[in-house]
C-alpha cells in the first residue's frame, strides 16, 4: 500500500510562484499531480517517469509549472510559476505502477494510489 501525503498549498496572488510537494512516492511509481476546481472534473496537470528523466505536461501549464521528483527523498514535487486564478484547485498527486522505468501516464485511470489533495487558491 502507498501513501501519499501532499503539502505546501495556500493562498497565493496572481503571478506568484507555489512549490507543493507529495511525499512517499517511492521509485516503484510514474507519479503524476492532477487538479480539480469547484463543479469540475479532475484533470491531469503533469507528469514524471520513475526514473525523472520523461516529463509530460498538459497545454495550459507548460513553460510555468515544472515536476521533479528525489527518489532517495521518496517524493515528488510540483514547481508552479506565473499563477493565474485558473490555477486555483485541489491539487493531487497519484502513482501509477506503469511497466517501463520511462513511462508516463496522464490519464486518471492508469493511476494506483492517490493523495488527499491541498488547496491552492489564487487571487486576483
Known amino acids: 500500500q502507498v501513501q501519499l501525503v501532499e503539502s505546501g498549498g495556500g493562498l497565493v496572488r496572481a503571478g506568484d510562484s507555489l512549490k507543493v510537494s507529495c511525499a512517499g512516492s517511492?521509485?516503484?511509481?510514474?507519479m503524476g499531480w492532477f487538479r480539480q476546481a469547484p463543479g469540475k472534473e479532475r484533470e491531469f496537470v503533469a507528469a514524471?517517469?520513475?526514473?525523472?528523466?520523461?516529463?509530460s505536461y498538459e497545454d495550459s501549464i507548460k513553460g510555468r509549472f515544472a515536476i521533479s521528483r528525489d527518489n532517495a527523498k521518496g517524493t515528488v514535487s510540483l514547481q508552479m510559476n506565473v499563477l493565474k486564478p485558473d490555477d486555483a484547485a485541489v491539487y493531487y498527486c497519484?502513482?501509477?505502477?506503469?511497466?517501463?522505468?520511462?513511462?508516463?501516464?496522464?490519464?486518471?485511470?492508469?493511476?494506483?494510489?492517490w493523495g488527499q489533495g491541498t488547496q491552492v487558491t489564487v487571487s486576483s
Open positions: 514524471i517517469s520513475r526514473d525523472g528523466t520523461i516529463t
Open positions: 517511492g521509485r516503484r511509481y510514474s
Open positions: 497519484a502513482a501509477a505502477a506503469l511497466p517501463f522505468l520511462t513511462s508516463t501516464a496522464r490519464d486518471l485511470s492508469e493511476y494506483d494510489y
